[in-house]
């Protein structure tokens, strides 16, 4: 096993990795930019080390620095997390070439499957199914006209290079197609340093399924079954849960099958995650292989008893997968809310300061992945995402009872966030039956008229704000205006008791 792991990131993911290394007696050492100096990660290892100014580009995206410090404290791998360096093939490549070992895929898998069109040329060679489009890049827009015109409109111009929801767009009819082309291409070289964009078919009202594969370096695959991902704002997830209530066992095992294949197909090893859209009649679609740890991977581990963190840096080390699959079972139901830094009511602005108040939920089957505090600076510089709440109970009702009710004991003052959206999502009929999929929060939560979130019920969203407002400023007794504009989902009602 590894003595020392140098973690190439920062926030929660960073913190998660830390306490990963010290169950396993692994030296963890963390870096951290100018902005991160009090950083809850920055604090929590064993070691950190400064890495350079603000911008992700001259610290967290600096490769030569980064390795040379690897190499300078005798690390010996490097734990990328996810985001920054995690599936950037020359980021591994290099690692390997200085003989350190990379936590996560070999940088062969990363090459292929970062390229969108290669996936899907790939995954169509071995019997995953892709959604109807094209497997090369389109050269033109007249080539796309006429991609589009046979395809059928609707249509999704996609940047090959692309992921988490840029470099995509809809087209409805031919007249939208110059205009939308151009501007995906500069979308895509602004976003990837590459302009290549590819056609599919839109699928109406899709869910978004996901399976958990892990693979060793001795040939050993397993799935540890699947995430529903659907509830998403700006085509970026904010609530997950596993298992899927509209996946039944027949399709769980044609979609865990076709997820094993994909990773079998690229030589993959270490932990990733096959993303697939799926129909109203439970047909599904190959869209994207990511190859590092996501983001939601704690609801996997409590339905599992997985450690996957723990799994990526055994694997890495060489050692078999620790579990067969017949080994692997559903123990109850796991829900994931996305604490972010964001205005739900300003187009998902993030919002940027410094942490006022914070206090943690508790209790039975409550899990929080955090990477603040009390006092933290949340950062212009970086993804506003505070933490990951997750609930696990026995049933998904209970589980999302649960949930609700931890969200109501998390206060967060000082920057605005995205708990009013998260309560109103939860406590929907529609979400409540299952009965939800990528539109959602735009079909059921959002004002089509102005963007912003809508309560089905205004006038007891008044009396809870009111009641909120009030029990801050007796907790606070002085507590200014602004610090408490972030827990509540009309200021108008702060305005009057501050009047």
Not at 89 to 96: A, C, G, P
Not at 186 to 192: D, G, P
Request: hydrophobic share 40%; glycine share 6%.
């Amino acid at each position: 096993m590894f003595k020392k792991i140098l973690i190439a990131n920062r926030g929660e993911i960073a913190v998660r990795i830390i306490r990963a290394c010290r169950e396993l007696g692994i030296t963890s050492a963390a870096i951290y930019s100018e902005a991160d100096i009090t950083a809850l990660h920055t604090k929590l290892a064993d070691k950190s080390y400064f890495i350079g100014k603000a911008k992700s580009s001259e610290s967290y995206l600096n490769k030569l620095k980064i390795i040379q410090l690897a190499k300078k404290i005798n690390a010996d791998a490097i734990h990328p997390g996810y985001g920054f360096f995690s599936e950037n093939d020359d980021f591994i490549k290099s690692v390997e070439n200085e003989k350190l070992v990379f936590i996560g895929p070999p940088s062969s898998a990363v090459s292929l499957m970062g390229s969108k069109t290669a996936a899907r040329k790939l995954m169509n060679q071995n019997n995953v199914p892709i959604v109807p489009g094209t497997t090369e890049p389109i050269k033109s827009i007249d080539e796309g006209i006429s991609t589009a015109k046979d395809i059928g409109f609707p249509v999704l111009l996609k940047a090959s290079a692309g992921g988490g929801g840029k470099g995509m767009r809809k087209i409805s009819s031919e007249k939208e197609f110059v205009s939308s082309f151009e501007a995906t291409q500069r979308e895509a070289l602004k976003a990837f340093a590459n302009d290549s964009i590819y056609i599919e078919k839109y699928i109406e009202n899709p869910r978004h399924i996901e399976v958990q594969i892990i693979a060793d370096k001795h040939g050993n695959y397993a799935h540890l079954f699947e995430r529903e991902c659907s509830i998403q704002r700006r085509h970026q997830k904010i609530i997950e849960e596993s298992p899927s209530s509209f996946v039944d066992m027949a399709t769980r095992e044609r979609i865990t099958r076709a997820a094993i294949n994909a990773a079998k197909a690229c030589g993959y090893y270490n932990a990733g995650t096959i993303e697939f859209l799926m129909d109203a009649n439970k047909n599904f679609y190959f869209l994207e292989m990511n190859t590092r740890i996501q983001v939601e991977h704690p609801v996997t581990e409590m339905i599992t008893g997985i450690d996957l963190v723990k799994e990526q840096i055994s694997i890495a080390a060489g050692n078999k997968l620790s579990f067969n699959q017949e080994d692997i079972k559903i123990n109850g139901h796991a829900i994931e809310c996305r604490i972010y830094a964001e205005d739900s009511n300003n187009n998902f602005l993030p919002s940027s300061g410094k942490i006022i108040e914070y206090k943690e939920p508790a209790g039975p089957g409550i899990r929080l992945d955090s990477g603040f505090s009390r006092n933290s600076i949340i950062s212009v510089y970086y993804d506003p995402l505070i933490a990951k709440l997750i609930a696990w109970s026995g049933d998904r009702k209970s589980s999302i009872n649960r949930m609700i009710r931890a969200l109501s004991e998390y206060y967060i003052s000082g920057v605005i966030n995205n708990i009013p959206l998260l309560n109103l999502v939860l406590e929907n009929k529609n979400f409540i039956d299952g009965n939800y999929d990528i539109n959602f929060i735009e079909n059921h939560i959002l004002n089509k008229k102005n963007g912003n979130i809508v309560s089905e019920n205004p006038d007891i969203e008044g009396l809870e704000n009111a009641a909120v407002i009030l029990a801050s400023i007796l907790k606070t007794k002085s507590a200014p205006k602004e610090s408490l504009h972030s827990n509540i989902n009309n200021n108008r009602w702060l305005d009057q008791l501050y009047e």
